[in-house]
T-cell receptor, first 113, second 114 residues
Framework: DQQVKQNSPSLSVQEGRISILNCDYTNSMFDYFLWYKKYPAEGPTFLISISSIKDKNEDGRFTVFLNKSAKHLSLHIVPSQPGDSAVYFCAATHFSGTYKYIFGTGTRLKVLA | NAGVTQTPKFQVLKTGQSMTLQCAQDMNHNSMYWYRQDPGMGLRLIYYSASEGTTDKGEVPNGYNVSRLNKREFSLRLESAAPSQTSVYFC?????????????FGDGTRLSIL
């Protein structure tokens, strides 16, 4: 049973336009959500996060939106740049003695110049 | 600042061979994790260690063992490698504190089992 789902394996966007990456979850215990970016042959790097008590968090060109009732979060990148081309993973966690993270399967974003 | 260092970066094994993947972090983090990444499967947790001296199973622990040697080091051992364990393995660490502490990842070990 996959608790965190990214249903779009890939996404192509023109440079300068908005990229929207989606993530759905099933476990209502999750109280913190993160997005990671991964380039080939490198480990994932933390991008942005959001607590379940918020519905939006912004950091420069990156904004994460959380809709708890729909168990859905999205990452918006505006404007998209060629350097944003990478695989994006969403992850969710809650405290159960320690923090364990459940990752989605990833979305490969390609920003076209 | 090295962060999380994994060795080796690449390894090819024959079925039945044993292997230990090494991970070390220099951020004084309490928690450490081992994941595997397979095509279409995302990152799946193999084992984790909430603090020095403790280890626990994750989603896919079968065929693996771990050792939290000290606060810095967390190793993953394959006792008898199988082709199904061909994967990219990532180690991560996390500091103590509230939920807004993200994990820091190493660059991975690419393991092929023939």
């Amino acid at each position: 049973d996959q608790q965190v789902k990214q249903n779009s394996p890939s996404l192509s966007v023109q440079e300068g336009r908005i990229s929207i990456l989606n993530c759905d979850y099933t476990n209502s215990m999750f109280d913190y959500f993160l997005w990671y970016k991964k380039y080939p042959a490198e480990g994932p790097t933390f991008l942005i996060s959001i607590s379940s008590i918020k519905d939006k968090n912004e950091d420069g060109r990156f904004t994460v939106f959380l809709n708890k009732s729909a168990k859905h979060l999205s990452l918006h990148i505006v404007p998209s740049q060629p350097g944003d081309s990478a695989v994006y993973f969403c992850a969710a966690t809650h405290f159960s003695g320690t923090y364990k993270y459940i990752f989605g399967t990833g979305t490969r974003l390609k920003v076209l110049a | 600042n090295a962060g999380v260092t994994q060795t080796p970066k690449f390894q090819v094994l024959k079925t039945g061979q044993s292997m230990t993947l090494q991970c070390a972090q220099d951020m004084n983090h309490n928690s450490m994790y081992w994941y595997r990444q397979d095509p279409g499967m995302g990152l799946r947790l193999i084992y984790y260690s909430a603090s020095e001296g403790t280890t626990d199973k994750g989603e896919v622990p079968n065929g693996y063992n771990v050792s939290r040697l000290n606060k810095r080091e967390f190793s993953l051992r394959l006792e008898s490698a199988a082709p199904s364990q061909t994967s990219v393995y990532f180690c991560a660490s996390r500091g103590t504190g509230s939920s807004n502490q993200p994990q820091h990842f190493g660059d991975g070990t690419r393991l092929s089992i023939l």
